[in-house]
């Protein structure tokens, strides 16, 4: 069995890591770390967990996660995580991290856009951790940056269409919606149940620390500089992510060329799945998976395509993948613990 830790798993992320990670068929739950609950067992942070997961969170120690588990997924807010992986790193552990520390290539992005890094040197081992697109490197990596839920819901329609050559890069507009457990655990005014329900609200309109997320995937893919429009907006749902995107063609695709090029691209990607304009997705129908699923309408008088995903924001957009990312890295079936069956309603 793999051993797992898991650092900062009483968040909503972190403990979605705890339960895809307690029901894996080849992974057990090594050490769970908590500032805030360290000596009091996860099932009483979380009730739900009782008598499926009943150990005790820990005081976060390297020296004790170092000897007692293979994998560490740090679900630590941002520039925390780049404090102790370093150590992991050299330790030789492999190491996903859920925060935006280790996500982008370049030094000045995420310093223009975070704080100042204090393992740049890192920058160039870790891999950014989008699965579908990103195999091969993960499959070699120690240390993998996880994406965003955003960028996930983002990048997914749109990079197989860049590549084809479908799109024109510079037009992107993208419009999402999430639920409130994507603003995290710590209370805020603006996520109390009276701020948000009966409510829907954009919010860090064009100043969203993850359009720099985006933009750095997306340029890499059309091979010069592409800037987005975003804007993100919280929706009255617990977890939930539906992104719509507009974006004009660069050449005369039709929709049946639109969805072979989707299709050829994710062929053998268990978890996207394309409705392509018959079927549009909602966020219903990915709620606790690992999916995320993709369709589009050809605008042929405006020559615009219109795109639209929905995942579920802590699990394709934070633990779900981080599980697929960790399967990978370790030569397992790619799908393993990620098997829920969708509900119904």
Do not use: W
Request: charged share 20%; net charge negative.
């Amino acid at each position: 069995m793999v051993r797992v830790g898991i650092i900062g798993g009483t968040g909503y992320a972190g403990a979605e890591v705890v339960r895809i990670i307690a029901g894996h068929p080849e992974t057990e739950v090594s050490m769970l770390t908590s500032r805030k609950y360290a000596g009091t067992r996860f099932s009483d942070v979380f009730p739900s967990f009782s008598g499926v997961v009943d150990q005790a969170c820990e005081k976060y120690d390297v020296d004790a996660v170092c000897e007692c588990c293979d994998v560490v997924f740090l679900a630590l807010p941002h520039k925390v995580s780049m404090e102790v992986v370093p150590e992991f790193f050299t330790r030789g552990k492999k190491v996903i991290d859920l925060s935006a520390d280790f996500r982008f290539n370049t030094l000045s992005r995420y310093e223009s856009h975070y704080q100042a890094h204090s393992a740049p040197e890192l920058l160039d081992e870790a891999v950014y951790g989008l699965c579908e697109t990103h195999l091969t490197s993960i499959q070699n990596a120690q240390l993998v940056g996880n994406p965003g839920c955003y960028p996930t819901s983002v990048l997914l329609p749109l990079l197989p269409l860049i590549k084809a050559g479908a799109v024109d890069p510079d037009t992107i507009i993208a419009d999402a919606k999430s639920g409130v457990s994507g603003a995290g655990r710590a209370l805020s005014l603006t996520t109390h149940f009276c701020e948000v329900t009966e409510s829907f609200k954009a919010y860090k309109v064009g100043a969203h620390r993850h359009t720099p997320e985006m933009e750095e995937q997306l340029s890499l893919a059309a091979g010069h500089e592409v800037h987005i429009t975003f804007t993100p907006h919280l929706i009255p749902a617990s977890r939930g992510m539906l992104t719509t995107i507009y974006v004009d063609l660069s050449n005369n695709f039709s929709r049946q060329a639109i969805y072979d090029a989707l299709a050829d691209f994710y062929q053998g990607s268990y978890f996207v799945r394309l409705g392509g304009a018959q079927r549009l997705p909602d966020t219903r129908n990915v709620r606790g998976t690992n999916f995320c699923d993709i369709g589009f309408h050809l605008d042929e008088r405006k020559g615009r395509l219109i795109l639209i995903s929905a995942i579920d924001n802590l699990v394709k957009g934070a633990a779900g993948q981080a599980v697929q990312n960790m399967n990978i890295m370790l030569g397992l079936e790619e799908t393993a613990g990620l098997m829920q069956i969708p509900y119904p309603l």
